[in-house]
């Protein structure tokens, strides 16, 4: 009797913790399975809405906070269409136009992409008391952060799904896919150094003369898919790599985004460090093209 004492008191304990446990096991896996579902989806079949719009949100408001810090106005038409391509959907454009032999302008015609696009701008730019404005610029702010989870979402997943394009059109091409990627990543500053180059300002140098972080980034996400997801056994485990990859790039995102850093960008600068020696060593052997004289 003594000894079937705790047996009978630990019973409704270990009974609790697996009644407690259940339901939370059946929500993780149901988000985990969601999660899943709407990667394969956003990669291999259409534009989730629900990834679309808060991306479009967060790039228009990028836009904006950039116009206001080259000191210019508003200016309706011209920022619908600028944003565009210098924020929104300028890289993936610029990546299909590069595979399909078409132009940049011609998607427009892309009724996802257009439609999402004006919705956005006018949230950002006409919403009561300009409230989507100021949450999209607001660190830390928890709408931010969703519509940072859905941007490196959307990149993340747009650059796989144009890996696999490049695969499939051009098989023979193993570089390929690292320039989708930086493509993908560079498009957009592109134009905006055209816009500056328009306007008669002086700005900085290009992203063909002095690649960054975002060229850094795009090539990385590009080729470990490319390898982990396509070349390792044949593909086999492609749609687990594609989801793990998604999922730490969106993590990384949200963290570079509270945090206010840019994991990429500072790998750059210090891989171009360690190849300084490199290239002092090519000068001095005068091999390649001779440095340009310092003015």
């Known amino acids: 009797e003594v000894s079937s004492t705790p047996l009978l008191r630990a019973s409704p304990r270990q009974g609790?913790?697996?009644?407690?446990?259940?339901p939370l096991?059946?929500?993780?896996?149901?988000?985990?399975?969601?999660?899943?579902?709407?990667?394969?989806?956003?990669?291999?079949?259409?534009?989730?809405?629900?990834?679309?719009?808060?991306?479009?949100?967060?790039?228009v408001a990028?836009?904006?906070?950039?116009?206001?810090?080259?000191?210019?106005?508003?200016?309706?038409?011209?920022?619908?269409?600028?944003?565009?391509?210098?924020?929104?959907?300028?890289g993936g454009c610029q990546c299909k136009a590069l595979l399909e032999g078409k132009s940049i302008i011609s998607y427009i015609c892309r009724w996802d992409f257009t439609n999402f696009h004006?919705?956005?701008?006018?949230?950002?730019?006409?919403?009561?008391r300009d409230l989507v404005y100021r949450c999209m610029v607001m660190p830390r702010h928890p709408a931010r952060l969703f519509c940072v989870a859905?941007?490196?979402?959307?990149?993340?997943?747009?650059?796989?799904?144009?890996?696999?394009?490049a695969v499939k059109l051009h098989p023979h091409n193993p570089v390929l896919p690292a320039f989708i990627g930086f493509v993908m990543y560079n498009t957009g500053a592109a134009v905006r150094w055209l816009d500056e180059r328009a306007?008669?300002?002086h700005s900085e140098p290009c992203f063909l003369t002095e690649p960054g972080g975002a060229a850094l980034r795009g090539a990385t996400l590009a080729l470990a898919y490319l390898f982990i997801g396509r070349r390792f056994r044949d593909g086999q485990f492609r749609d687990r790599a594609l989801v793990t990859?998604?999922?730490?790039?969106?993590?990384?995102?949200?963290?570079?985004?509270?945090?206010?850093?840019?994991?990429?960008?500072?790998?750059?600068?210090?891989?171009?460090?360690?190849?300084?020696?490199?290239?002092?060593?090519?000068?001095?052997?005068?091999?390649?093209?001779?440095?340009?004289?310092?003015?």
């Not at 116009?67 to 038409?77: A, C, D, F, I, N």
């Not at 859905?150 to 394009?165: E, G, I, P, Q, Y």
Request: glycine share 6%.
């Open 25 to 59: 096991r059946a929500s993780w896996d149901a988000v985990l399975r969601a999660f899943w579902g709407i990667v394969l989806r956003a990669t291999d079949k259409d534009y989730p809405p629900i990834i679309h719009l808060p991306h479009s949100v967060i790039s």
């Open 118 to 128: 004006i919705v956005a701008y006018c949230l950002t730019y006409w919403s009561p």
């Open 16 to 22: 609790e913790r697996v009644m407690f446990g259940t």
């Open 150 to 165: 859905c941007d490196a979402f959307d990149s993340t997943t747009s650059t796989c799904a144009l890996v696999d394009a």
């Open 62 to 90: 990028r836009y904006r906070r950039w116009r206001q810090q080259e000191g210019l106005g508003s200016l309706w038409l011209y920022d619908t269409l600028l944003s565009f391509f210098a924020h929104s959907q300028g």
């Open 199 to 201: 306007r008669g300002k």
């Open 245 to 295: 990859l998604t999922a730490l790039h969106v993590a990384l995102g949200v963290c570079e985004d509270f945090m206010e850093f840019d994991l990429f960008d500072g790998l750059w600068r210090r891989a171009s460090k360690a190849l300084a020696p490199v290239r002092d060593l090519a000068n001095a052997l005068q091999l390649g093209v001779p440095p340009p004289p310092h003015p």
